[in-house]
C-alpha cells in the first residue's frame, strides 16, 4: 500500500519500465497488481472461454480501476458507476453494480 494513488501509479510506470517484457504493473488505487508480462485478467479469462468453448460475445466484465481495463477492452466491459473518472473516459459503458449488469446481460 502506498500513500496515494498518484505514487502508485508512478510507481507502476516505473516498474514497467524496468522489467519491460518480463512483468507488468497496473495501478489499483493506492496498490499495485503486478503479473507476469503477457498475463492479465483479460488473458485469464479469455484461456478459460476457449477451455468452455464460450463465445467472448457471451462474456461481460466488470470493474473499477486501471487494472481491470486489458479485460474491459477484451469483453463486454463495463465499469461500475463509482469507478475511477478516468475509467468513464476509457470505457462507456456503466452499471450500477452486478446485479444491473446481470440484467443487462440477460436482455442481450
Same mark, same amino acid.
Given at each position: 500500500?502506498?500513500?496515494n ?15 519491460e ?7 489499483n ?6 503479473? #507476469? ?7 485469464? /479469462? &479469455? *484461456?478459460?472461454? !476457449? ?6 460475445n ?8 486501471f ?15 463509482t ?5 468513464? #473516459?476509457?470505457?462507456?459503458n456503466?452499471?450500477?453494480? /452486478? &446485479? *444491473?449488469?446481470? !440484467? ?5
Amino acid at each position: 500500500l502506498l500513500k496515494n494513488e498518484n505514487d502508485a501509479k508512478e510507481l507502476a510506470e516505473l516498474l514497467n519500465e524496468k522489467f519491460e517484457g518480463r512483468l507488468t504493473s497496473y495501478s489499483n488505487g493506492a496498490w499495485i497488481n503486478t503479473v #507476469k508480462y503477457g498475463t492479465s485478467k483479460a488473458t485469464g /479469462i &479469455a *484461456h478459460y472461454a !476457449e477451455l468452455m468453448g464460450l463465445d467472448k460475445n457471451d462474456i461481460y466484465t466488470v470493474g473499477d480501476f486501471f487494472n481491470d481495463l486489458p479485460m474491459l477492452q477484451a469483453f463486454n466491459g463495463y465499469v461500475v458507476d463509482t469507478c475511477h473518472p478516468e475509467m468513464k #473516459k476509457l470505457i462507456p459503458n456503466v452499471c450500477i453494480d /452486478i &446485479a *444491473h449488469l446481470t !440484467e443487462i446481460a440477460y436482455k442481450n
